[in-house]
């Protein structure tokens, strides 16, 4: 059984998306350990609370990056976090954070990737007229929004789409393409080879990589 630790700083769709996945048995080699937050008021810890999942604040008030991620090491260690889920945890990683967890921190990006890194990712796929954009799950590496890609889904932009109208329907494949890639993950079924090369079980098909817009 892996034990997740799930980073977050706000709303915590994506960490509830995996939470019930996990309840209804879809992941099955997985329970999340704990929930770390960098702001208080993150709704994803009532979610924790809700649950009975431990869930702690970690402020980061008059702290440098390294010292930190000291903390949350530490903290991700106490509960013997075997993997770690980024699920909107709007910081960047030290250097050391990312090499302490090698190949064992993901992330969900809300663009198709390389395209769109860094914030408002939906703003600037609206500003540059994109007919599609969509969503990526990747291993975290030390270059922002980079590293191996899991998973990704499409979804078209419309004509009238504002920034909120478009997140809403990438949101919607987040939480289909994350929890799929906890799956996998969890099941041992992507192989890294070096820091590029992921291979993925052979009873896996490319019908697992996107999400069909038409089904939304
Ligand atoms: C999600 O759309 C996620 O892709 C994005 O923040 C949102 C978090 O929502 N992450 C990033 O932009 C990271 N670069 P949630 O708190 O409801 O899961």
């Known amino acids: 059984m892996y034990k997740l630790g799930v980073l977050i700083s706000g709303r915590g769709s994506n960490f509830h998306s995996i939470l019930k996945n996990i309840q209804s048995g879809y992941i099955k080699n997985a329970e999340i350990a704990v929930v770390i937050s960098n702001n208080k008021n993150a709704k994803g810890l009532d979610i924790a609370l809700k649950n009975g999942i431990d869930s702690v604040f970690i ?12 903390l949350l090491i530490d903290k991700l260690r106490e509960f013997d976090v075997d993997i770690v ?20 921190i993901i992330n969900i990006h809300p663009a198709l990737l390389p395209s769109f890194r860094g914030l408002h990712a939906q703003r600037q796929a609206l500003e540059k007229g994109v007919k599609f954009t969509g969503a990526t799950v990747h291993f975290v590496t030390d270059e922002l929004d980079d590293g191996p890609i899991i998973a990704q889904s499409v979804v078209p932009v419309l004509s009238d789409d504002t920034e909120d109208s478009l997140s809403e329907r990438i949101l919607k494949t987040e939480h289909k393409i994350y929890p799929l890639s906890v799956k996998l993950i969890t099941e041992d079924k992507i192989i890294l080879k070096g820091d590029k090369i992921i291979s993925i079980g052979d009873d896996l098909n490319d019908d697992f990589y996107a999400v069909n817009p038409k089904e939304l």
């Open 85 to 104: 889920i980024l699920a909107g945890f709007m910081r960047i990683l030290s250097r050391r954070f990312i090499k302490e967890f090698k190949n064992r």
């Open 59 to 70: 402020d980061s008030d008059n702290l440098s990056r390294e010292e930190y991620d000291k």
